[in-house]
């Protein structure tokens, strides 16, 4: 079983529609969170980075965090046709575990216009 | 922004063939990374480094070597290049966020092929 679960999709939406994408996972260490956006043929940039349970907003972008669930949650509101991408969860368990990322497979999200 | 850079973009090349994918990035990080994604799948870490002279293999066996030898540059070498090695190489570099965990900035990619 993988340590972080993600919906391949592809997940097709109009523009304007409210999207959710999820990611849940198995190591009860990681404590930060991470949405990175992956263009075609590009390289992952980041996206929104949360710290424990909670939400965070970011302009049309909000993530949540629910440690108790073990999910977590990247919300777009207003969707655009450029917010077409891959989506990609990451989590860390800090320095304290060596501080690397383990990735989620991506969420292949269109918006079509 | 992040200033970190690859080359090749794209290689396609025989079997058998050595290789070297560059990474260079301008920011002064001290860590440095190499991954693997094959389409629709997630990265997989295959090298990553703490400094000059450090380097340390990831989670995913790879037939690849690195070095760094200064602190900007992170090259990624292939022997002998197999059609199992056929995927996108994606270099990071990361900083110390002051939470207790990096920010990792990627470059933008070399798609290998090898027939």
């Known amino acids: 079983q993988k340590e972080v679960e993600q919906d391949p999709g592809p997940l097709s939406v109009p523009e304007g529609a409210i999207v959710s994408l999820n990611c849940t996972y198995s190591?009860?260490?990681?404590?930060?969170f991470m949405w990175y956006r992956q263009y075609s043929r590009k390289g992952p940039e980041l996206l929104m980075y949360?710290?424990?349970?909670g939400n965070k907003e970011d302009g049309r972008f909000t993530a949540q965090v629910d440690k108790s669930s073990k999910y977590i949650s990247l919300f777009i509101r207003d969707s655009q046709p450029s917010d077409s991408a891959t989506y990609l969860c990451?989590?860390?368990?800090?320095?304290?575990?060596?501080?690397?990322?383990?990735f989620g497979g991506g969420t292949r999200l269109m918006v079509k216009p | 922004e992040a200033d970190i850079y690859q080359t090749p973009r794209y290689l396609v090349i025989g079997t058998g063939k050595k290789i070297t994918l560059e990474c260079s990035q301008t920011?002064?990080?001290?860590?440095m990374y190499w991954y693997q994604q094959d389409p629709g799948m997630e990265l997989h870490l295959i090298h990553y480094?703490?400094?000059?002279?450090?380097?340390e293999k990831g989670d995913l066996s790879s037939e690849s070597t690195v070095s760094r030898i200064r602190t900007e540059h992170f090259p990624l070498t292939l022997e002998s290049a197999r059609p199992s090695h056929t995927s996108q190489y994606l270099c990071?570099?990361?900083?110390?966020?002051?939470?207790?965990?990096?920010?990792?900035?990627f470059g933008p990619g070399t798609r290998l092929t090898v027939l």
């Open positions: 990071a570099s990361s900083e110390f966020s002051g939470r207790d965990t990096d920010t990792q900035y």
């Open positions: 949360t710290y424990s349970s």
């Open positions: 990451a989590m860390s368990a800090g320095y304290n575990a060596g501080n690397m990322l383990t």
């Open positions: 920011m002064g990080h001290d860590k």
């Open positions: 190591n009860s260490a990681f404590q930060y």
């Open positions: 480094s703490y400094g000059v002279n450090s380097t």
